[in-house]
C-alpha cells in the first residue's frame, strides 16, 4: 500500500499540482514544466521493462525498498539545473512504474475476501 501511495499519491499527481506554482515562482518556464511532465511519462514507459529485468537480479520486495529508497532521495536532494530536475524525474517515473507493476501481484494474495 505504502507502494501505491507513494507512486501514484506523490509522485505522480503531487508533482502536476506543483506545476502552477513551480512555473509562477520561476522556478521553471511553463515549456520546462511541460518537458519535465514528459520526462516522468518516459520514466513510466521505462518502468515496466527494467522491472521484468530488476526482477531477474533481485527480490521483489528489495525492487520495492530500493525504488522507495530512489524516490525519497529524489526527493530531499535539491539542485538548481534544469537537467538535474530532467534526471529525478525521469526516475521517479522509472520508480512508480516500478511500483504499479511489482507491488499488486504482491498484494493481491493476501486478500483474503473481497465484496
Request: hydrophobic share 55%.
Amino acid at each position: 500500500m505504502d507502494a501505491t501511495l507513494i507512486g501514484v499519491g506523490i509522485g505522480r499527481f503531487a508533482y502536476i499540482v506543483l506545476m502552477p506554482s513551480l512555473i509562477q515562482n520561476g522556478w521553471f518556464s511553463q515549456s520546462d514544466a511541460a518537458y519535465l511532465g514528459v520526462a516522468t511519462l518516459i520514466g513510466y514507459i521505462a518502468g515496466a521493462p527494467v522491472a521484468s529485468m530488476l526482477l531477474r537480479y533481485f527480490s521483489a520486495g528489495r525492487v520495492i525498498r530500493g525504488a522507495m529508497l530512489v524516490s525519497y532521495l529524489g526527493c530531499a536532494l535539491q539542485e538548481a539545473s534544469l537537467e538535474w530536475f530532467y534526471f529525478w524525474r525521469t526516475l521517479a517515473g522509472i520508480t512508480e512504474a516500478l511500483f504499479m507493476v511489482i507491488a499488486p501481484p504482491i498484494i493481491l494474495p493476501t486478500i483474503t475476501h473481497i465484496q
